[in-house]
């Protein structure tokens, strides 16, 4: 089994450690040395999914249905319009804050897993260049990836049509039939996946109360009816879920694979071992030499690989020889499950001695849900994180440092924006969206990337983001009036929420 304490550390504070190795004293290492441990309840931030949300169906007929049934377009949570609502071959589905009933916070990280229409495979950091009928001989015209085509996460949102409403907090997407998927087409999709993150997206200050110094407070309860580790200096009994670090109401984010793998050109495949299920979710930086590019190279455009799940595997199909550093994710949708299971299950699979931490009364075996933990996954840790404002400029450079020695870390970050719309769909007074790079075919004024286009340079010791407040969305030769280069502006970001993630090396 691996190394784990229950009870109290060398600081005099309650807590959960699972270390990464049996050589290491789960008592007395630093806190400080995250990369030693698979999990330690004492760390004040947790990472957490809240769901997520397969969206591949298109319901026949036309019109517009609502969810749960016998709501309408005042008292929904999803909805979808199809039909004579934007095309036989679409439907757009909206979901407001309350279709996620474990999300916490109203603007939340989120992200967006679109697969391609005619393969089936998640294309999203791979590249296509603009055409349209208003370039004059296809002079002009942008580059972009598949982020900038999912829609954001609004607050009050105002539908184009009576049969969306309005809502406080909430986003929406558009899937298709269509087989038109060519090299103009890429990124149309009918299977898209919602992850929505118990993580701030904006601004907003996390929930998360602050650990406080060990006060004699009883913070372990062990029973066969509950297992509850409340954050150094709270009261197990009566803390809140935001002052416990460990219970069925805060399952951290199951990771069931990760790994930095070298990727040959062409197709290549990571076998996690054990049969996927179907709610999962990949995020996956692709990178060569030792500064990772994120969410993609703003320079070489044509990076990258598709991926898709089959079995037991990950499969890759790479524009060229890479890395891929990736953390696979996944949401218990199940039900957690009833029988006579202890909080803590002991066992051995495949010669690996095993430690699970499940929620109390649950089957043997568990069911996906009832772990709350297993030793052989460890646990994301939120290395550090923040928000910062965009200055007008571009270049923009703004540096996060932070301290990832012996783990391997990933960044999420939201842009934040104003008031915008959507003229098929609706409008709203703010919004954070998925970062995304943008490029000019024609370079404007000697500036190459576009107003809303973002990425992140990642090393070990730091991000560096790099924005472009203030340039414009698009120049081209204007074909009603061929000679004459005209500018289009875009939804620019006003600030970015980050998260540096990570696990032990």
């Known amino acids: 089994m691996v190394r784990t304490m229950i009870g109290v550390d060398s600081t005099g504070a309650g807590c959960i450690k699972i270390m990464k190795n049996d050589a290491d004293n789960p008592r007395t290492t630093p806190d400080s040395q995250r990369s030693k441990f698979l999990y330690n309840s004492k760390y004040a931030l947790n990472a957490s999914i809240a769901h997520i949300e397969v969206i591949n169906q298109i319901p026949g007929g036309s019109g517009y249905q609502y969810f749960p049934a016998g709501t309408g377009a005042s008292n929904y949570e999803k909805a979808v319009g199809f039909g004579n609502a934007g095309g036989a071959s679409d439907a757009t589905w909206l979901f407001k804050k309350a279709a996620?009933?474990?999300?916490?916070?109203?603007?939340?990280?989120?992200?967006v897993k679109a697969t391609r229409t005619n393969t089936g495979r998640f294309n999203q950091m791979r590249v296509q260049r603009r055409y349209s009928g208003k370039y004059y001989h296809d002079e002009g015209g942008y580059y972009f990836m598949g982020n900038w085509r999912q829609a954001p996460w609004v607050k009050n949102f105002d539908g184009s049509v009576s049969q969306y409403g309005s809502f406080s907090f909430g986003t929406f997407a558009r899937i298709t039939t269509s087989t038109l998927d060519d090299a103009y087409n890429r990124f149309q999709s009918r299977d898209k996946r919602l992850v929505v993150w118990n993580l701030a997206g904006n601004e907003e200050a996390s929930k998360e109360a602050q650990p406080l110094a060990p006060?004699?407070?009883?913070?372990?309860?062990?029973?066969s009816d509950a297992m509850i580790i409340?954050?150094?200096?709270?009261?197990?009994e009566t803390a809140n879920e935001w002052q416990v670090a460990f219970d069925s109401r805060r399952v951290p984010v199951k990771v069931i694979a990760a790994a930095d793998i070298a990727l040959p050109a062409g197709?290549?495949?990571?076998?996690?071992g054990m049969a996927l299920p179907a709610n999962i979710a990949l995020d996956v930086h692709f990178y060569t030499g030792s500064v990772i590019m994120y969410p993609c190279n703003p320079v070489d455009m044509d990076f990258g690989a598709e991926y898709w799940f089959s079995g037991s595997r990950i499969y890759f199909n790479a524009t060229q020889a890479m890395r891929a550093r990736f953390m696979l994710y996944l949401d218990a949708g199940d039900s957690p499950t009833n029988g006579s299971n202890r909080v803590l299950r002991e066992f051995t699979e495949g010669g690996v001695n095993v430690l699970q931490f499940l929620r109390p009364g649950s089957a043997d075996p568990p069911s996906w849900a009832d772990i709350i933990i297993d030793t052989r996954r460890p646990c994301v840790q939120i290395i550090t994180e923040g928000y910062f404002s965009i200055p007008v400029g571009s270049p923009v450079e703004t540096v996060i440092n932070f301290d990832a020695s012996g783990m391997f870390p990933m960044v999420k970050y939201m842009t934040k924006h104003g008031a915008a719309s959507e003229d098929s769909v609706g409008s709203w007074s703010e919004s954070i969206r998925l970062p995304s790079v943008r490029r000019l075919v024609v370079p404007y004024q000697g500036k190459a990337d576009c107003g809303d286009s973002t990425h992140c340079r990642l090393t070990q010791t730091s991000a560096t983001f790099?924005?472009?407040?203030g340039n414009v969305g698009d120049y081209y030769n204007d074909a009603d009036n061929p000679g004459t280069g005209k500018t289009e502006g875009c939804d620019q970001p006003l600030g970015i929420r980050y998260y540096i993630l990570g696990i032990p090396a």
């Open 100 to 111: 996620f009933p474990n999300c916490k916070y109203d603007m939340p990280l989120f992200d």
């Open 215 to 223: 006060n004699g407070q009883k913070s372990v309860i062990i029973r």
């Open 230 to 236: 409340a954050k150094p200096g709270y009261n197990a």
């Open 267 to 272: 197709e290549s495949f990571y076998d996690t």
């Open 466 to 469: 790099v924005t472009h407040r």
